[in-house]
Nanobody, 115 residues
């Protein structure tokens, strides 16, 4: 059974950095897009960043210039480097992995940013 194991969340001060990791384990077919979403209390889940199998990236306007998404295909892992964190970045961050047949979600990792 495929599982997405997320790590790297935690508490940081505004202006600080965190690096989120998401590793896909188990039997999985070739991965296409990998992405990070986030959801703050009382708000809809939103796309933060996406990276294609070819390495093309897209970012939400709110995180451009501060966050960087990357992937290690050999490890079936996607990363999100988060710099210059702001209180409005606080949310539960979810890893999303898409294959040709299925979409998988991580359980979420909490990111808290103190002012």
């Amino acid at each position: 059974q495929v599982q997405l194991v997320e790590s790297g969340g935690g508490l940081v001060q505004a202006g600080g950095s965190l690096r989120l990791s998401c590793a896909a384990s188990g039997t999985i077919f070739r991965i296409n897009d990998m992405a990070w979403y986030r959801q703050a209390p009382g708000k809809q889940r939103e796309l933060v960043a996406r990276i294609t199998s070819g390495g093309s990236t897209n970012y939400a306007d709110s995180v451009k210039g501060r966050f960087t998404i990357s992937r290690d295909n050999a490890k079936n892992t996607v990363y999100l480097q988060m710099n210059s964190l702001k209180p409005e970045d606080a949310a539960v961050y979810y890893c999303n992995v898409a294959t040709i047949t299925r979409v998988y979600w991580g359980q979420g990792t909490q990111v808290t940013v103190s002012s």
